[in-house]
Structures are given as structure tokens and as C-alpha cells.
């Protein structure tokens, strides 16, 4: 059996032969196969797996390689959450749901974070470099009320409040009060699952997905967990100046078209006023636009209306 340190070397020299590209695990699996660094067998692949969470904890550089294209990471507008105390994302257990969650999270400018079971390595490591310095990061977590659901959401806390100890990691949906308070259709938990004992000691027998909760509710439970973490007045000032950051250049632009409309307006009134006194200056000008000199500076618009006018004049002499 090929040492780790020789399967690690192995996994750079991938890397490097593919510049600018993120791998996944089992591509980078198959690579290794191939090269007959490692067999092709369910045990080798574990191994290789755990060869690259510690890799991956010790180089940042080879974690933003590992693509995980099977858990999405949807982000909202950040700018709704710039000046704020804490750096918020909604994590979604079931990417079913994530259509329905996002007209929330869009809204108030969090990211969503899809987990599909238990958040990888990439889900968590990526997390702690999206948050902002200074920030306190908090997770609002949506999964179903069994057994495995239970045991993400601890695993989910455990680590992210080892590397953020004032972390806030909470569970919004779905939990045993809501079976009661909502009359939600309970399914018996799976004896199967081996954390079972230990969740039926504590809640029983019986649990709910998170596809039972009425839509309408969820998303105001949603609403609800968002707003407790959320400065409003803060978030109230930032769509105020991103509306005058992105109005301000049409809102110059039109003031500045309304000047030069009425600049205009006056300037022809006064000139026109003086060519009336003054038939000469009107053959002048005339003589001025046949030979397209460029001593007379005057915008198309006002050229052709002054030409117009002078034309008039000239047909009444």
C-alpha cells in the first residue's frame, strides 16, 4: 500500500497538470487509479478521502481545488449585508426546497447554502473564509426532524463553533413543537438509523420532514430567524444608498438635459430677438452654414431651428 505522504504528492501533481480547473474527489480518485497510485476499490477510495480532508485543513490553496458540485451555494445581494454585526447564511438540508427558500433569502441578501445530508468539508471550510472579518457568523438551519437531521445540525455547531466560538447556529425548521403547533403529518423515525436510541430517548419515537411544513409558514419562519440577526436599520440605510448610488448618474443626466433645454430655450429667444432687428446678421449666418465654416459652434437641434427661423424671415422681405 502506496504511504500517505506519496498519495499527497501524488494529488499535487494532478493539480498541477490541470491549472485553472477545480476537481472533484472522485476525479482525482480516477486520476490516481490510473497512475496505479492507489487500486480501484471502496477502501482505497476512503482512504483517499481522509488523505484529503487533512490535506485540505493544512493547504487552503488545495481546498479551493475540491469542487463539490452536488451541494449549491446560492448568494443573494451581500451589499443588504455590508455594516452589519453579523455575517448571515440560511443552510438548507434538501436542495428540493431551495426554490421555495430562496424568496426569502434573496430578499434579504443571504446566501444559501445547500447541504444534501451532512455539510462537507468544502460546505464548512468554504464558510469560514466567506466570513467577513470582525463578523459574527451566524447559520440559520433548515432539515428534517429524525435521527440523521438532528445529527447535522450538532455536527454542523460542533464544527463551526470550534473555529468561531461566538457563532450563533441555529435550528429554524423543523422541530417537535412544530408537529403539534402546526398538526403536521408525524412518519416513525427509522430503527435502521444508528443514531436512533439515542433520539428516541430524547424525543421518541416519531418524527417530521421538513416538506411538511406548510410553505407559507416556513418561509415566515424564515422571515422571522433573519430579522432577530439582522440590523434593519442598517439594512434600511444600504438599499437607500445602493437606490442613490445606482439613480444618481440618471438623476445628474436629466437635470443636466433639463438645464441645457432651458439654456437653450432662452439663448434662441435673445438670438432670434437680434436677428429680427437685424436682416444682415440672418444673411451672414446663412452665408456661415453654406460654407460650413467652423466659426459658428451651435448645437444640430439649434442650428436647424435658427435656419428654420432665418428661412422664414427671408421669405418676408
Not at 442613490?244 to 433639463?258: G, I, P
Not at 460654407?291 to 442650428?303: A, G, H, N, V
Request: aromatic share 6%; hydrophobic share 40%.
Amino acid at each position: 500500500m502506496t504511504p500517505p505522504s506519496e498519495v499527497e504528492v501524488a494529488v499535487l501533481d494532478v493539480f498541477a497538470e490541470n491549472l485553472g480547473l477545480n476537481l472533484t474527489v472522485r476525479q482525482i480518485y480516477y486520476q490516481l487509479v490510473s497512475r496505479r497510485v492507489i487500486a480501484n476499490t471502496l477502501s482505497e477510495y476512503s482512504r483517499l478521502d481522509r488523505i484529503l480532508v487533512n490535506l485540505r485543513k493544512r493547504r487552503p490553496d488545495v481546498n479551493a481545488r475540491i469542487a463539490d458540485r452536488t451541494r449549491p451555494l446560492y448568494v443573494g445581494e451581500t451589499s443588504f449585508l455590508n455594516d452589519q454585526e453579523n455575517y448571515l447564511e440560511v443552510w438548507l438540508e434538501k436542495d428540493a426546497l431551495s426554490s421555495v427558500v430562496r424568496q426569502v433569502t434573496d430578499i434579504y441578501g443571504c446566501a444559501l447554502q445547500v447541504t444534501r445530508g451532512y455539510a462537507s468539508l468544502s460546505i464548512l471550510l468554504n464558510f469560514t473564509e466567506r466570513v467577513p472579518r470582525g463578523c459574527r457568523p451566524v447559520i440559520l438551519y433548515l432539515g428534517d426532524f429524525d435521527p440523521s437531521g438532528e445529527d447535522i445540525f450538532r455536527n454542523i455547531k460542533n464544527v463551526i463553533n470550534e473555529r468561531f466560538p461566538d457563532a450563533i447556529i441555529e435550528k429554524v425548521a423543523v422541530g417537535k413543537r412544530d408537529i403539534i403547533r402546526y398538526h403536521l403529518a408525524s412518519i416513525p423515525v427509522k430503527r435502521t438509523d444508528p443514531r436512533y436510541e439515542k433520539f428516541k430517548e430524547k424525543y421518541g419515537r416519531r418524527g417530521v420532514e421538513l416538506d411538511a411544513l406548510p410553505p407559507n409558514i416556513l418561509l415566515e419562519k424564515i422571515r422571522s430567524a433573519i430579522l432577530m440577526h439582522l440590523d434593519v436599520g442598517v439594512r434600511a440605510k444600504s438599499i437607500v444608498d445602493r437606490f442613490v448610488q445606482s439613480s444618481s448618474d440618471s438623476l445628474v443626466d436629466y437635470a443636466l438635459q433639463d438645464l441645457r433645454t432651458r439654456l437653450t430655450q432662452v439663448a434662441l429667444s435673445r438670438l432670434l430677438d437680434r436677428l429680427d432687428r437685424d436682416k444682415l446678421a440672418i444673411r451672414v449666418m446663412r452665408e456661415l452654414e453654406i460654407q460650413k465654416k467652423p466659426e459658428l459652434d451651435i448645437p444640430d437641434t439649434l442650428r436647424h431651428t435658427i435656419l428654420s427661423e432665418m428661412s422664414n424671415m427671408l421669405m418676408k422681405e
